[in-house]
Each structure stands twice: as C-alpha cells, then as structure tokens.
C-alpha cells in the first residue's frame, strides 16, 4: 500500500528566509504527487503537483518542488518566505489507477518576523 | 474555478443523533470525496463516489454512510453520532481519469459531538 511521510511536524522559519518541507513516499510504481496548503480555517489548495516529464516543478505563490526516484522524495522549496505562508502544508501520492489520494499527517510552518 | 460548497461551517450535535453533512460541487465531477481530519493524522479518506449512486468504502468508513442522487451531491451521514467523531469534515471533488485526478476542497465542516 502506499503511503506517505512528512518527517517535521513543525518548522519554523525567518520571514525572508528559505523553505524546505520534506516529503518521502512510497510506492511501487510511478508516482503522481502533489503539494497541498491550508490556511487556518479554510479548505486545501492546491500548490503544484508531478505527474511525469521534468522533475523540478513549479507551483502557485513562488513555491517549487523537486522528484527524487532515488530518493523517493518530492520536497517542496520556496527561496524567501513571507508571513502569509504561515499555514499546515500536506504531500499526497495518489496511485496509478485510482483517483484516491493518500496525505501525509501534515508540517505546520510558523513564520517569525 | 471550481466551487466545493459544505452547507455548514460549524455543527454542535449530541450522541445519538443522525447528522447529514452535505457538498455540492458546481463543475460537473464524476468522483467526489469525504475526509476526516484530525490533529496529527492528517487526512483519512471515509469514502469516496466515482458516478451517482456508486460508492467506495475509504480508509475508515466505520460509523459513517454516504449519499449520492445526484451528481453535484454527496452526502455524508453519521447514523449515531458518537463523541469520538468530533472532527473536521472535508469533501473535495475531482474529473474522473488518470491524469485529472486533482482533487478541489470544500472549506470543511467543523463538528462537535456532546
């Protein structure tokens, strides 16, 4: 079964700092990936997602993301973080055949000033 | 874009009560999706309906029911609501295929069990 794991529950960065939340899958065959945001209160939104072609993939709200295989990562970048990103970000693989996602339990992101 | 409406931002509901949850979707998707989130557990599919009238169990259906008549709406029942299914509930919904499967939220619903 896949599945996925956000090693940090909690990160705090710099505002104007950079940012990498970690994203490890697993799965056996080619995954499709994708990075999720939520602002307090609020549903989730899409940030960008991997199905095939070039591994660095660039999302909304300057955020980017790299595929690993080797690794079997997909962490999301952003080079300066502003305060409006504060918010609860979530990985998902969803597998081939299906139209069902599995989440990561989610990394909380604190922005300091 | 796409519009993902919950009827209800925030439910209170005592044990033993039957609780609908509704979601409309407005862009004609065949799959819908219910979740529940839950403070470190992220989010965990309750179950999912790809065409009107079908469904799927998720990953933890027990104690919930779901609805679909119509293909803009999917509802999510608890037949007996029970203290431990005070969570926020989250419908997404998604164009059915491969490569469309990008899954659009609901603000979620907020609710309490007492």
């Known amino acids: 079964a896949q599945s996925v794991t956000q090693p940090d529950i909690h990160i705090t960065v710099s505002e104007g700092a950079s940012l990498e939340l970690r994203c490890n899958y697993s799965y056996g065959a080619t995954p499709y990936l994708f990075w999720y945001v939520q602002s307090p209160g609020q549903g989730l939104q899409l940030l960008l997602k991997?199905?095939?072609?070039?591994?660095l993939v660039q999302g909304i709200k300057g955020f980017e993301a790299e595929f690993k295989r080797s690794q079997s990562s997909f962490n999301l970048r952003k080079p300066s973080v502003h305060w409006s990103d504060a918010a609860e970000y979530f990985c998902a693989v969803a597998s081939s055949g299906y139209s069902t996602l599995t989440f990561g339990k989610g990394t909380m992101l604190l922005v300091s000033p | 874009d796409v519009k993902v409406t919950q009827s209800s931002r925030y439910l209170v509901k005592r044990t033993g009560e039957k609780v609908f949850l509704e979601c409309v979707q407005d862009m004609d998707h065949e799959n819908m999706f219910w979740y529940r989130q839950d403070p470190g557990l992220g989010l965990r599919l309750i179950y999912f309906?790809?065409?009107?009238?079908?469904?799927e169990k998720g990953d933890i259906p027990e104690g919930y029911s779901v609805s679909r008549e119509k293909k803009e709406r999917f509802s999510l029942i608890l037949e007996s609501a029970s203290t431990n299914q005070t969570s926020m509930y989250l419908c997404a919904s998604s164009l059915q295929g491969l490569a469309k499967n990008i899954q659009y939220f609901g603000a979620g619903t907020r609710l309490s069990v007492l």
């Open positions: 309906s790809y065409d009107v009238k079908m469904k």
């Open positions: 991997y199905f095939s072609g070039d591994t």
